[in-house]
């Protein structure tokens, strides 16, 4: 094929699947460089304000951290010293001996160390942190009550979460990067110096801010230069013309961009490559989220093909590249966390289609080159996700669900613009940026580039609150008294008595949640502000201020409840036969219980079959769902946070749906103890939606998702063989639009046999590249923890 | 007005007819097909049913040996055939509605012989019909031809089951001759009734071209243009055991697509 712009060489998809291949085959490491390097900038800035040690840390991790460019890559930029290596970051949290043991063994999120390296770790880095890091420090923002709740092992929200990670879960203003480059941030930041008010109180903390921001840029301009370098080094050194040619090209993108704005596709797209990865250098948060790559590269990409400087195809190539360089990027979590949301997933959100700024739609070729590029890579990286709305065509939704069919996987999640738009619109975007919203990490809806919304600041166990709420308050795990006293079932002599203690539960644990995820992010806002993410976000230059202490213009953080349908169901068992037609007596319920149904087995069929659950359109049981969702949104809704703007509920779980159904004992719905809860925070409990998927979905589209507006999940599977013609995908896009139409926010699909999933336990080696719809993310089904991998074969599948 | 005897209400029905539906499957059939992926709907009577991989041997069935399948907490034992209004079966299918009106599609009344309950048949067509909803028939064709006239205009496409041409090979495999079948279908077609006929492709039965091929050709007499060939599948067959019936084709492999579309070739079975 005729080449405007590369030398000729490799077709496409030559280097498409040799650099996929490579990325795949990388081994995951612990990589110690950037805990070195930023630990030595820290020892050097002792006693200066934290925003200026913190921005002259990623300055010289940006100076002095290895870089590399890999055979055949176009776009360029790595995150570790090797490829799909994990930095490690001190300042937010430490890894004892006994993980750093367990990194290269355990089953999920694997990560080799060598001996050196850990103790490396352990003797020369950490001790330096042990009362630094935010983990630690974490102790002197806790009440005595949180504290408590850390010393438990069951818990109905985890209080620790956040400290160790950092914000991520944003989108930054990428876009405006490439229009005008680093070089109108520093611009700005000097003339802010230049015209500070002397009798602004907040004179210290403004003047701290704006040299804080031209540290970043001074980092991000050497950054660049070294790969610039090192491309014309490289070039010198070749002996293949073509390869030469390739390189001189990155070489002149790298001098350009990302301080100077784009002027070219290639330029644009390597410019977001590099300010995305220096996020992701800079902190250990995961879900720094890409927004609408189609809407952003689409002027550069036309005006390219217009002027005759750019093929199609390369274009694509281009994309491919940049499509795979996501996988560079994984983190290192503790084993607790990541059997949580394993499958290393960085859970970076690309999102294209929808509506334009005009309301009309946006999907475009550009747009099609996009699916195309995640139809031939087709890794869990990055998070590709689809908006949707009813001026959107047919084909492209049916483009979508083909690639799903094809690639026998779970990608792709579906939103619905028709719905997101102007429940953002009440949440207080104007139409313009509801208009532009983009989704952070796996489901949440967020303004671009104008929103610090720490969308995943923690999950909440809703069902662990029913438990206490029909035990006075006492675990049944652990016999501890964990929450109110709001007394045992065997003293409520009415159904409604059952729900106000089950609201008291769960407004009572809201409320310290909502403290402990206050305290925790004045504690990042203190110790570990995000000087670079704060360049990315509208608001932090005018205000002078960090996105982690408000400078943003929009402000969240967002919970989500776990368990719906667990405590739904339960509930729909608890008012029929315990209280509707005494069939169970109080006391039997609660032995049940506590005793996980030994020797109950019949009557936990009974309450698992002849009771109607939620998700089969059958009124009793849907308004029970409806009710503990609009009861958990109402808790949460409204309470402020420390950065202002205020707290936003989701209904949503990732995969902690697992970890959490560990720490609750049987449920009145037949659940038994310790078992995973329902998945997907919206869908349906496993199998017991038995009316198929237009039954299941009508279920789910009565309960009130606008309330949640920080994000729901909806999980289906279907076999393959339902899908397998282009009549079959229409009525299942058919089936899509009528559940939009009902009031649906999000819908996402796996399209699996079990018998798949099944075999890829078996043999995992024959199954690296597949890719299943674990929650709000994707990920390599061989990399998850088995219990996850069992939950996932578990779901409900339609076929025929 | 007469109930109806029905044995399973489907919902997302995305095979039998355009769009998505909902399909209604009445019990009894005139017909004994011994390939035959529904018989639950043998006989007007209600039939137990038995999940074994859902039974926990608990014994609450033998405690109630006049309603075991009430008794039973697992759903494993259940009754195939519930008496019910044509009311409460258009109940449930207005649910569906928004997914008709989305995809073009509607309700089909299949089973068993959906005609032979046809009173029955007549009254919840006409609450479909009613309320804008597509309707379709997917029938034996083994019903007197006043059936068809006393359903005009509530049927808007025949779903209509052509098994074999030969009339004796016809009643070996179905225990019946196919001789009203096809002077029904003949009939039908010179009426504005809108036919698609499915031929249920039976390795052993009518897997040969040319058989298909004489069936593609009493078609284009008939100037009967929609057609289709279903590949015999295997999807039933757990169904004989849990109804305590032997089923013979349980050792045939079900039917490739490429089997199919070979054997659409060689007959040049969609030329009309």
Redesign the interface.
Known sequence: MKKLLLPDGPCRAERTEFLNARMRSAVPEICVERARLVTESYRSTEGEPYILRRAKALRYLLEHMTIFIDEEELIVGNHAAKPRCAPVFPEFGLFDEKELDLMPVRKVDTLQISEKDKRFLLDEIFPYWKTRCAGERAQHYFSPELLRILDSPYRVFNPLSRTRSGHGHYLPNVRRILHEGFAAVEKEAREHLQTLDPCDPDYAEKMQFYQAALICVEGVKAFQKRFAQLAEDMAAACGDERRKQELLLIAANCRRVPYEPARTYFEAVQSFWFVILIDYCGQNGSSISDGRVDQIFRPYFERDLAEGILTRDEAQEILECFWIKHSDVIKAGTYSSVRNNGGFSTANNLVIGGLDENGDDAVCDFTYLCLDAEENVFNSEPNTSIRLSSKNPDAFINRVLEILVHKEGGKMPIFNDDQIIPALMRDGLSKKEALDYAIVGCVEPTGYGNTMGSTNAGMFNLAKCLELALFDGVCQMSGMQMGPKTGMLTDFTSFEQVKEAFRIQVEYFVNLMICSLNCTEKLIGDYCPHIFSSLLLDGCMEHGRDCTRGGAKYNHIGIQGVGMADVADSLTVLKKLVFDEPRVSREEMLEAMRTNFEGKEVLRQIFLNRVPKYGNDIEEADEMAAWVAELYCDCVRGKATVRGGSFRPGLFCLSSNTPLGRQVCALPSGRQAGTPLGDGGLSPKHSMDTHGPTAAARSVAKIPQALAINGVNYNMKFLPSILKTQEDRQKLTDLIRTYFSLGGMHIQFNVLTRETLLSAQKHPEKYRSLVVRVAGYSAFFVELDRDIQNEIISRTEYGG | MADGMIFDI???S??DGP??RTTVFFKDCPLRCRWCSNPESWGREPRLFYMKSRC?S?G?CQAAPEAPQEAC???ALCLKGEKMTAEEVFGTIL??L??Y???G?GVTLSGGEPLLQKDFAAALLKLCKDAGIHTAIETTGLVPYETFEALEGLADLYLYDFKHPDPELHRKWTGRSNEQILENLERLSRTPAHIHVRVPVIPGVNDQPETLREIASFLNSHGIRERTLLPFHQ?GSSKYQSLGLSYEMADVPQMTDARLQELAEDSQFYQS
Do not use: A, E, F
């Open positions: 489907q919902r997302y995305i095979h769009g998505i926990i608990c609450s907490p697992t759903g649910r569906d928004p997914y009106q989305k995809s599609g999807y």
